[in-house]
T-cell receptor
């Protein structure tokens, strides 16, 4: 069964801490995404990557950075966590090509609380 | 701006009754449209998509959706709701000119509550 695995389901961090959220997919997908899910706001794209070492900003990149050193792994980094970054973070991946018609496969999510 | 709207925060239906979850979109070019479902404490799962062709598309778990270009809508439907359909539903659209990246814009989500 294909999978997107997010390393941490629940995290509690303090303001100012550096936070790493890790995501690994085993489907050899080219595209990987980080979304943030907040009630009433749906999913908002933070960053995405369409190839190793390639990244593009999504709609809300401020306060975040990403790293993709290997095809299967896409990391989200909060350099200095703030309380307004308390949220559910969802990683997803998809095949490239097909003019963007390929389906996204999501991980189970990482719920981050910043105190 | 390209966007997706789900006008209802919550939809309540009785088990066995038909259900509709509404979605409208605003996007340049020909839209690719998707529905995803999120069960409690689970990640999002793909339900169905419209790329081209027949306006009525069928997906998982008996769900279907109708693409209406003139009304820029892509409403999700099911003829007979089950209690197990209770979940959070997201409509999504591929923005125009996004190439092969698969980047999607999501609506705010609609909670479906099916009562026995």
């Amino acid at each position: 069964d294909v999978k997107v695995t997010q390393s941490s389901r629940y995290l509690v961090k303090r303001t100012g801490e550096k936070v790493f959220l890790e995501c690994v997919q085993d489907m050899d997908h080219e595209n990987m995404f980080w979304y943030r899910q907040d009630p009433g706001l749906g999913l908002r794209l933070i960053y995405f990557s369409y190839d190793v070492k390639m990244k593009e900003k999504g709609d809300i990149p401020e306060g975040y950075s990403v790293s993709r050193e290997k095809k299967e792994r896409f990391s989200l980094i909060l350099e200095s966590a703030s309380t307004n970054q308390t949220s559910m973070y969802l990683c997803a991946s998809s095949l490239g090509g097909a003019d963007g018609a390929n389906v996204l496969t999501f991980g189970a999510g990482s719920r981050l609380t910043v105190l | 701006a390209q966007s997706v709207a789900q006008p209802e925060d919550q939809v309540n239906v009785a088990e066995g009754n038909p259900l509709t979850v509404k979605c409208t979109y605003s996007v340049s070019g020909n839209p690719y449209l998707f529905w995803y479902v999120q069960y409690p404490n689970r990640g999002l799962q793909f339900l169905l998509k419209y790329i081209t062709g027949d306006n009525l598309v069928k997906g998982s778990y008996g769900f279907e959706a109708e693409f209406n270009k003139s009304q820029t809508s892509f409403h999700l439907k099911k003829p007979s709701a089950l209690v197990s359909d209770s979940a959070l539903y997201f409509c999504a659209v591929r923005p125009g000119h996004s190439g092969n990246t698969g980047k999607l814009i999501f609506g705010q989500g609609t909670t479906l509550q099916v009562k026995p």
